[in-house]
């Protein structure tokens, strides 16, 4: 089971200390760098955060880099970790242009990414940028799509409810064959649907070990309807952090994550050293 690690960058990090913590992380033996994505926060919002029970964002954050951006600047600083996007909000996104980063950055990295995505959940962010919140799920089925058609050899083009492509030139294409890792975020029924009929992957979030294993079950009977198997594709977990500890990824790895991701926070390398060493230690046991 490979382990990789949940960060995030804000406007008070210093751009040098991304590029140390990058290398850091690699150096360790971490298999993979994670980082989320809002692109705009506010003091008081109606939408509740799933994974918290005052359905506040923890940490009650006022801004963080954008996941391609800083990704691109760690692929720069490393050579063999992955990079993932944990979790791309597809549907707020024009899909071409999000085509283009996530093809741009896998050129760059020489095929070094994970596109971890989702529908989203904060309304007012939606609002804000004009994207429509009550189509979400649809759109984003139908901007990935539209990605895999710019992603395939030759001319694209696609034809759908909620957008349309005309054919076009996009080059340069993933470096990954036919495109990187499409791993789908969410542990409800939709969402685990969407895995089942549209990803190659699953990343489960802020999960014990026993609703990981329920909700694995669920999604080996969604993927058998949609003619599939686990083998079609990987499962990545993110436990919940109360019940992080050797124990509960010995247990991830039992039910059959193929990556577990561990938040992995600090704001200086004297920070993220000590906390690096403890995820070590707990990883190995």
Request: hydrophobic letters at 40%; a negative charge.
């Amino acid at each position: 089971m490979k382990i990789g690690v949940a960060m995030a960058f804000n406007h008070i990090t210093p751009p040098a200390f991304i590029g140390e913590a990058a290398q850091a992380v690699e150096a360790a033996g971490f298999d993979a760098i994670w980082l989320p994505e809002h692109v705009i926060f506010f003091p008081e919002y109606e939408s509740r955060y799933p994974y918290s029970a005052n359905g506040r964002i923890p940490g009650e954050p006022d801004g963080i880099l954008d996941p391609f951006s800083a990704l691109t600047y760690i692929a720069a600083h490393t050579k063999r970790v992955r990079l993932g996007t944990g979790i791309c909000l597809v549907p707020q996104r024009n899909p071409i242009y999000t085509a283009r980063m996530v093809a741009d950055l896998d050129y760059l990295s020489g095929g070094r990414v994970d596109f971890g995505v989702g529908i989203g959940w904060l309304k007012e962010e939606f609002d804000n940028l004009r994207m429509d919140f009550s189509t979400r799920a649809r759109r984003t089925v139908e901007y990935i799509e539209v990605m895999r058609a710019l992603w395939s050899p030759g001319l694209a083009a696609y034809e759908g409810e909620t957008y349309q492509l005309a054919p076009c030139h996009f080059n340069p294409k993933p470096v990954q064959s036919p495109h990187p890792p499409i791993l789908f975020g969410g542990e409800s029924e939709p969402a685990l649907r969407r895995v089942a009929s549209h990803g190659d992957g699953w990343y489960g979030f802020n999960l014990r070990p026993e609703a990981f294993a329920e909700r694995l079950g669920r999604l080996d009977a969604l993927l058998a309807e949609a003619g599939r198997s686990r083998a079609d594709v990987r499962i990545y977990v993110g436990p919940n952090r109360d019940s992080l500890n050797a124990e509960a990824l010995a247990q991830f790895e039992a039910h059959g994550a193929d990556q577990v991701i561990v938040p992995l926070m600090a704001a200086n390398l004297e920070k993220l050293k000590p906390r690096m060493e403890a995820l070590l230690r707990m990883v190995r046991g």
